[in-house]
């Protein structure tokens, strides 16, 4: 099993890749039955899901039930179809069509379910999964309290055990609970003697009620509530997992949340982009659709271009979870793998908003004037996604996950990222190794491995002047993980490129990159600055370096655009 990050370590396009273009046909009809329940039963009620009309999303939502479309990740054993990752990510994409039901679906599915899923008794699994697959139960998940949002381990619920032990007694309040207005089930967070612990609680359980909806920017549609604890109490046979090792469900039930609002991300990016293809090839302004005009059709490469990149990576992701747990021997094995690819799911959750915050954004403008009127689709789409970047763990909080974890497992030594460092400073006084310059892709393959160097090499430089107290340094950190971020994703669509040998996926990752290592190179350059105190002697050897590490590109990114929108709007 491949260790979570040591993408950072290992030559691009050493390993095979799970790629979209390896889907099954089961797998491709699955997509299609997702897609068209939306499309034909959400899609059409979807003024009605924005004016919040009673009872109709926990309708649609057991309606989707019925069709089978909760049950994918359930095991057979407890009703469910036992599907991995990569067929989750297909259902997540195709759901996407309606914000506030892709909220809702998505968080009964994935956050709602999986933690019985993967840490259930199999009592706990025995009576629960079966009724949250076919939709006679629906879920939610409630960590968040109004002085405990990033820091959820500052939540003030509480639990104490009855005097006969057979009951925990539960008493606080959590915030925003998606679902929170009709859900049956509950995964509370609540500390035992001062020890985070998870439970298993029922609505009807008595002392358990909501607060009024919130009133939300985007999701309209979306149950979003408080959720009240007043001396319920909670058999302790509803304990999910260990008491006082609730922060390891959390922490990891949101790993499985990032990557599944990276997967939805996907399908709502495809949608924005069709519906401003076909947009721009209908309104016509001088004469011509606005298809014509090359500021246009640069809008509409940026925006598949990156799509590319970001269905790329995710779909790496769930290959390879699925291969980790092809070969657990339990949940506990799969928690694990949860936990080892971490980094993974955080660069799918902030890679995956932002992506989906720049198509929605082109979307308005290439609408001009008729995009910022709610008649028109990509007006709700924009106020939607918004939430994506503080859902799951701010984006904030993921950068600093993935160079913080990171940073972790190389003291720790489980990445060796010492030698890495070793073999670079040794590589700029002899040079970096390239590739046969007839490889396919060759020479694009080198600078995604020197985008790697880069980022090690920056947080080397930040390690030998900060010391420990690097963890202080939050901007450089998230920085850091700003390029580590773009390594995965460049890495995930060139090792695609090389897999598939599709010549449009070629120029795809071609342009992207010509694009992005300036940018890159100017980030580091400043951080370096930075990390040099503004002094300037002791910043030209960091300069001399990065100049060394960073290969100059020269390709047309013009013509390659030109390409690409013409292949997206034919």
């Known amino acids: 099993m491949q260790k979570g990050g040591s993408f950072l370590l290992s030559q691009t396009g050493s390993e095979p890749v799970f790629i979209p273009e390896q889907l099954t046909p089961d797998q491709k009809a699955l997509g299609e039955t997702t897609r068209e ?46 599907l991995g990752k990569v067929a989750s990510t297909i259902i997540a994409e195709n759901s996407t069509a309606e914000g506030s039901f892709q909220v809702a679906f998505m968080c009964h599915t994935g956050i709602g379910t999986l933690p019985i899923n993967y840490w259930g008794t199999e009592n706990q699994k025995k009576k629960y999964l079966p009724k ?36 925990y007694i539960l008493e606080g309040e959590k915030i925003f609970i998606t679902n929170g207005g009709f859900a049956d089930l509950f995964t509370v967070f609540a500390k035992v003697d001062g020890k985070m612990t998870a439970f298993l609680v029922e609505k009807s359980f008595e002392g358990v009620s909501t607060g009024p909806e919130e009133k939300k920017m985007g999701i309209h549609g979306s149950s979003t509530v408080p959720l009240i604890l007043q001396d319920v109490k909670v058999p302790v046979e509803n304990v999910l997992g260990e008491v006082g090792r609730g922060h390891k469900i959390a922490f990891n039930t949101l790993n499985v949340g990032r990557w599944k609002l990276g997967a939805g991300c996907v399908g709502a990016t495809k949608h924005l982009i069709k519906i401003s293809a076909k947009y721009v090839m209908e309104r016509q302004q001088f004469g011509h659709p606005i298809g014509n005009f090359e500021l246009i059709r640069e809008k509409i490469a940026d925006c598949a271009i990156k799509l590319y990149l970001l269905e790329s990576l995710v779909y790496r992701y769930a290959g390879l979870l699925d291969e980790a747990h092809s070969s657990a021997k339990d949940s506990a094995q799969k928690v694990k793998q949860l936990e080892e690819y971490a980094v993974e799911a955080s660069i799918a959750k902030v890679y995956g908003s932002e992506v989906l915050q720049f198509v929605s954004d082109e979307s308005i403008q290439m609408h001009g004037g008729y ?28 950068r600093l996950l993935i160079s913080g974890t990171l940073l972790k497992r190389a003291t720790s030594g489980e990445l060796d990222f010492m030698t890495e460092i070793g073999n670079i400073l040794g590589m700029l006084k002899s040079g970096f190794p390239k590739r046969n310059a007839g490889a396919l892709l060759g020479l694009w393959q080198d600078v995604v491995d020197q985008i790697k160097r880069l980022a090690i090499y920056v947080c080397a430089v930040g390690v030998q002047k900060y010391a420990e107290k690097i963890q202080e340094r939050q ?42 290592l300036p940018e890159l190179k100017s980030k580091a350059r400043q951080l370096l600055v930075n990390i040099a105190g503004g002094k300037e002697d002791e910043f030209i050897k960091y300069e001399k370096a990065l100049n060394r590490i960073v290969p100059a590109i020269v390709f047309d990114t013009r013509g390659a655009k030109e390409t690409v929108a013409a292949k997206v709007l034919a």
């Open 132 to 167: 949250l697959a076919s939709g006679e139960m629906l879920a939610a998940y409630a960590l968040t309290e109004a002085n405990a949002g990033s820091d959820a381990m500052a939540g003030k619920a509480i639990a104490k055990l009855t005097p006969d032990k057979k009951y």
């Open 371 to 398: 995009g910022f009127c709610d008649d028109y689709i990509v007006e709700r789409f924009y106020r939607d996604c918004r939430v994506n970047r503080i859902f799951e763990g701010t984006n904030e909080i993921n």
């Open 475 to 516: 901007a450089l950190l998230a920085s850091v993980s700003d390029i580590i971020i773009e390594a995965y994703a460049i890495e995930s669509g060139l090792c695609r490129a090389l897999q598939g040998k599709n010549p449009l996926h070629e120029t795809f990752v071609k342009v992207y990159i010509a694009e992005k």
């Open 37 to 82: 329940f939306v499309e034909k039963e959400v899609v059409p009620v979807s003024d009605k899901i924005e004016a919040q009309e009673k009872a109709l999303m926990p309708k649609l939502l057991k309606r989707a039930g019925e069709v089978g479309l909760l049950m994918a990740e359930v095991p057979e054993s407890c009703g469910g179809l036992g």
